[in-house]
């Protein structure tokens, strides 16, 4: 039993005592304990027992009591009401939480209804082949889905907007923290800049959380988009209510339907598939790595990123995408480098950027409700050309490269048409690729200058006169009423005495032409050149000879149009009909062409072989075309506000007008030099690959006559006939000029 007792005393002293405390007791003792005796080594070990008060002092350092205990009660009290309170109030935040989300849910529509919302319709424009080349509105290509697109667009999209699509419940708290994160980094506010959405939530933005347009409430779409796209705090909690909605109500593959098909992505591209056409000329079913990376680029900033802004940056942004595909695993690095290497392009039709100024010339003339404002998908056929067009936009480029000085700001318009009024080509001002801007072919009404006289000339050759019947250019004076002396003057300020109709034109005379249009009755000019087309307000004095009144560049090359059809008046126009998409039944067709006659066929035929003297051996030189015949008119105004030069060969009409918006005057250009030019370098252009043809004219017959009653072996006139002529002309009210009879029928 000792040896047992001996053995369990360490044991004991080890449980409840630090073996330094055993140490100290031992040290104490003076009387070791007598062998084999068990009860007074019990009775030792009792006397430490005060010290065993140690550990119920550690318990009350521990909050058993004292100030610490009570400020530790306190704490832990407080922490406690706290817990109580969170999990209470998030229990009611979830129960209205989940109330909100049902509430939305039951309002969320069939997914088919939130395809194609759009509050306007689309007009795409097609050139006279019936190829689409441009697009006004908002353009949707069509309904497409999840599972119809290109497997490359899907991955797209995922991959740059939402890597987590299809494993989070509508929101990512990860990617919004992210998305913080960034734009603190970034010195922004926490909510500006990137949102850190998920594609869930982006498509609640597009669908405006349910709320519809109101034209009431927003005066233009822009601000009820604007609207739609607040970023505050309240408007982002009713989007993650929306979003989760959203989830509950669609499956992933639908949603991501509706937002393929909802996306603006530049050029008014509305949806994936609209965007895809109008950059690709492709379904969005068949676009490459390359083409899906760009598009799904554009999300971020589609007006920006568009290719057709600049096609670089696109590409830029694109391979951006592609890295991100290859990330995520949608691509191999063979795939990856395939796109980075071969970057996607333009179509040829959205590389062109064609007829931007033709095409907002069609919408205007149109019906607005089935135009600019249309509700509806329209499609309208034109007469574009765009082989013609693109030779007059190169023609513009080449001469303003190489003969315009650098840096002035000179302007121009070129129109192309054919001889019965449908209009090929237009250039409305030297840069032409924008969209909605002044068209100086059909809204800058300028003087015609000498361009005008053709149609003096048409009135006397309408009258019985002939081309080699002659005038005398000399000195010349009248008397305008309430004006004073008027003496018209040619542009040498020299005289050539007597000269034929056709001279006279040839060399842009300007007395022969105000004396011809005073015989003739500049009320019958004016008839004639409001027959060909020129509805413009005409001047009612002398100087309407020389061009004095405005007009349009679109009418004056309708008016010439006229010329070479044979005399007829002439309408133009660029539209051929106008149907809704999917329609085989046009709404309207083409609203202009051939109109009523104008003057004889015989007269016109004259009139252009006095004009294709004008190229040949007068001031028109530069506008000859080696092969082909080509009858003109050049035409400058006073102080060289304006220079023109009008023209055609058989098979087209051409008009070009050079200036200055602001009216500066032309530094040395004339009609003759720089819009004669550049009329060559497009018609050059637009005869590439066709057989010369002749041109309508007809040589004149027969002997000439005066054309004012002098003398033409003299050079004067008599003054007794001027006197009596004169006496009849106050009698009769003629227009007559002093020395020249009224003719028969003249009014």
């Known amino acids: 039993m000792t040896e047992k007792s001996r053995r369990k005393s360490p044991l004991v ?24 005796t068990a009860k007074p080594k019990a009775k030792a070990k009792a006397k430490p027992a005060p010290r065993g008060k140690a550990p119920r002092r550690k318990s009350r350092s521990g909050g058993g009591g004292g100030i610490g205990g009570f400020f530790g009660s306190i704490i832990g009290w407080f922490f406690r009401l706290i817990w109580r309170v969170t999990w209470k109030f998030a229990t009611v935040v979830a129960l209205l939480l989940g109330l909100a989300v049902m509430l939305v849910y039951n309002t969320l529509p069939d997914m088919s209804a939130l395809l194609d919302a759009r509050q306007r319709g689309s007009v795409t424009l097609l050139d006279y082949e019936s190829k689409p080349f441009a697009w006004r509105g908002d353009y949707f290509g069509g309904v497409i889905t999840a599972d119809t697109v290109s497997p490359n667009l899907k991955n797209a999209i995922v991959a740059t907007e939402d890597k987590r699509f299809y494993r989070h419940f509508g929101l990512s708290p990860r990617g919004i923290a992210s998305a913080v994160r960034i734009n603190l980094q970034a010195g922004r506010g926490p909510l500006s800049g990137n949102g850190g959405s998920t594609i869930t939530q982006q498509t609640a933005k597009l669908l405006c959380l349910g709320v519809e347009y109101d034209p009431q409430k927003w005066k233009t779409e822009t601000e009820y988009e604007d609207d739609c796209r607040q970023g505050s705090l309240w408007r982002k909690g009713k989007e993650a209510v929306y979003a989760i909605a959203m989830e509950l109500k669609y499956s992933k593959d639908e949603i991501l339907t509706i937002y393929m098909n909802r996306a603006f992505l530049g050029a008014g591209a509305r949806g994936f598939e609209a965007a895809s056409q109008r950059y690709f000329g492709k379904s969005s079913s068949e676009v490459t790595p390359a083409e899906a990376a760009m598009l799904a680029g554009l999300l971020k900033a589609p007006t920006r990123y568009a290719p057709t802004n600049n096609l ?3 590409q830029n942004r694109a391979a951006t995408i592609v890295g991100l595909m290859q990330e995520q695993g949608y691509l191999t690095k063979a795939q990856a480098d395939d796109a980075l290497t071969h970057p996607a392009q333009l179509s040829a039709e959205a590389a062109a950027k064609a007829g931007g100024y033709f095409a907002d010339w069609v919408m205007s003339s149109g019906p607005e409700f089935f135009t600019r404002n249309t509700t509806e998908d329209v499609i309208i056929k034109t007469t574009l050309d765009r082989r013609l067009q693109k030779a007059a936009e190169d023609a513009v480029k080449v001469i303003f490269e190489d003969k315009v000085k650098e840096g002035s700001k000179a302007q121009v318009a070129v129109v192309v048409m054919s001889a019965d009024g449908a209009v090929r080509a237009m250039v409305g001002g030297r840069d032409n690729t924008v969209s909605g801007a002044f068209n100086r072919a059909i809204q800058a009404k300028r003087q015609t200058g000498s361009s005008f006289k053709p149609f003096v000339y048409a009135t006397a050759l309408e009258q019985g006169f002939s081309p080699l019947d002659t005038v005398m250019d000399e000195p010349y004076c009248m008397n305008i009423p309430g004006s004073g002396q008027w003496c018209p003057e040619n542009y040498t300020h020299k005289h050539y005495g007597r000269v034929t109709l056709a001279q006279a034109l040839e060399n842009s005379l300007n007395v022969p032409a105000v004396k011809v249009s005073e015989t003739v009755g500049r009320d019958l000019v004016r008839q004639v050149a409001e027959g060909f087309g020129i509805h413009s307000d005409l001047a009612a004095g002398p100087s309407l000879a020389l061009g004095a009144s405005e007009s349009t560049l679109l009418e004056m090359t309708g008016a010439y149009a006229g010329i070479l059809n044979g005399g007829s008046s002439v309408k133009p126009y660029g539209l051929v009909d106008l149907r809704l998409q999917g329609d085989d039944q046009p709404l309207m067709d083409a609203q202009g062409g051939i109109g009523e006659r104008v003057i004889r066929t015989e007269a016109a035929q004259e009139l252009v072989w006095m004009m294709s003297k004008v190229v040949s051996e007068g001031t028109g030189k530069r506008a000859q075309i080696p092969g082909w015949e080509v009858a003109g008119k050049t035409g400058t105004t006073s102080s060289y506000h304006d220079a023109w030069f009008m023209g055609f060969t058989a098979d087209y009409v051409a008009g070009v007008w050079l200036g200055y918006d602001d009216n500066t005057p032309l530094t040395g250009v004339t009609g003759s030099g720089l819009p004669a030019e550049i009329w060559r370098e497009t018609m050059i252009r637009v005869h590439e690959g066709l057989e010369p043809k002749p041109l309508p004219m007809r040589a ?31 009698i009769f009210g003629s227009n007559a000029a002093p020395g020249e009879a009224p003719r028969p029928g003249q009014r």
């Open 13 to 36: 002293a080890d449980q409840r005592y630090r073996a330094e405390t055993v140490q100290q007791v031992n040290t104490k003792s003076k009387t070791p304990p007598k062998p084999g």
């Open 312 to 314: 670089q940056r696109s």
């Open 700 to 730: 004149p017959e027969g002997a000439s006559r005066s054309l004012n009653g002098d003398d033409p072996n003299t050079g004067g006139g008599n003054s007794l006939q001027n006197g009596v002529e004169q006496l009849l002309r106050n």
